[in-house]
C-alpha cells in the first residue's frame, strides 16, 4: 500500500459506498470495521475518532445491539455517495460535445464558513474550477445540481447563477488553461494507468482484493475532482484518460466480488 495515504473519515466512505449494501438499510458492526481501517495502517484509535466525526457531520448513524455498537449510512451521505457513483461511472463516457456552461457566484458571510466549505468541494466535484474568489465556472448545464446544493446548505440567498456559452471571438481555450491544471490532470491519469496497469493479470484473495480494490476506487474517485470533460471542441481529451477509465472498468468488477466478500466476513459479529 506504499503511496496510499487517504484520510481516514474519506476511507471509511470509500468502504461502505464500495462494499455496504443495500446503502439505505445495511449496518456494519463497529469493530469490524475498526478492523478493517487496521488493514490500511490506522490505529484502532485513530479509527474510532474517524467513526465518530463522522457521525458528528450526520454522515453516519450510530445504533447499539446489546454490547455491539453498529454504524449506517445516513440519508445525507448514501446521496453524497449516489452522486459519487454518477459522476464516477460515467466520467469519460462520451466525448463532451456541449456548449452550454455555468457559472456561479457566492458571496457566502464568514459565518456560513464551515457550509462554503462544504460548498466549494462539492462543486470541484460536479467539475467547477475557481475563475477567482467566489467565483466558479463548469463547461456543462449545472443549474439543477447547483440548486439543490445551494438548498442543502441554505446558502441560496448568497449566490447566483448564469447559463451561456463562451464567445468564439477570444481564446477561450487560454482562460481555460487558467482554470484547471491540465498538465496536472494528464500526470495524474498516467500515474493511475502506471499504478494499477500491472494489476490485471494478477488473482487476488479475499484480503489482497479488498486492499486493492479500495486503492482503486479511492484514488479514481479524485478524477472527477480534477478533469472538468472540458469539450472536445476546446480542448483535447487528457491524453492517459482512456487508458485509465478502460483500466478502472476492468479491474473494479473483479475486485469488488471478492473484495466484498472479505469485507463482509471482516465485520461480521459472528
Known amino acids: 500500500m506504499s503511496g496510499f495515504e487517504p484520510a481516514p473519515q474519506d476511507l471509511v466512505l470509500t468502504l461502505l459506498g464500495s462494499y455496504l449494501r443495500p446503502r439505505e438499510t445495511a449496518e456494519v458492526w463497529s469493530g469490524g470495521l475498526v478492523r478493517v481501517l487496521g488493514e490500511f495502517g490506522f490505529s484502532a484509535g485513530a479509527a ?10 450526520d454522515l453516519l448513524a450510530r445504533t447499539r445491539d446489546g454490547r455491539h455498537v453498529h454504524y449506517a449510512l445516513t440519508a445525507r451521505s448514501v446521496a453524497v455517495l449516489a452522486e459519487g457513483d454518477r459522476r464516477i461511472f460515467t466520467l469519460g463516457s462520451a466525448p463532451r460535445e456541449e456548449t452550454t456552461w455555468t457559472v456561479l457566484w457566492h458571496w457566502i458571510p464568514e459565518e456560513r ?5 462544504r460548498l466549494v468541494r462539492r462543486l470541484r466535484f460536479l467539475g467547477f474550477g475557481p475563475v477567482q474568489d467566489g467565483t466558479w ?23 447566483g447563477v448564469l447559463l451561456g456559452r463562451p464567445a468564439t471571438s477570444l481564446d477561450f481555450a487560454e482562460l481555460v488553461s487558467r482554470v484547471w491544471d491540465l498538465a496536472e490532470l494528464a500526470e495524474r491519469y498516467r500515474g493511475f494507468v502506471a499504478t494499477f496497469g500491472p494489476h490485471r493479470a494478477s488473482l487476488r484473495d479475499g484480503r489482497e482484493a479488498l486492499l486493492l480494490c479500495t486503492r482503486l476506487v479511492h484514488t479514481f474517485r479524485d478524477f472527477p475532482f480534477f478533469d472538468p ?3 472536445v471542441a476546446l480542448v483535447p481529451a487528457p491524453p492517459h484518460r482512456a487508458a485509465a477509465l ?13 473484495a466484498g466478500r472479505y469485507f463482509d466476513s471482516a465485520t461480521s459479529t459472528r
Request: aromatic content about 6%.
Open 48 to 57: 474510532r475518532v474517524a467513526l465518530n466525526r463522522l457521525v458528528s457531520r
Open 113 to 117: 464558513k464551515l457550509a462554503r466549505t
Open 137 to 159: 465556472l463548469a463547461p456543462h448545464d449545472r443549474e439543477q445540481e447547483v440548486a439543490k446544493l445551494l438548498a442543502e446548505h441554505e446558502v441560496s440567498e448568497y449566490a
Open 229 to 231: 470533460e472540458l469539450p
Open 246 to 258: 478502460a483500466l478502472f472498468h476492468e479491474l473494479y468488477p473483479v475486485l469488488a466480488e471478492r
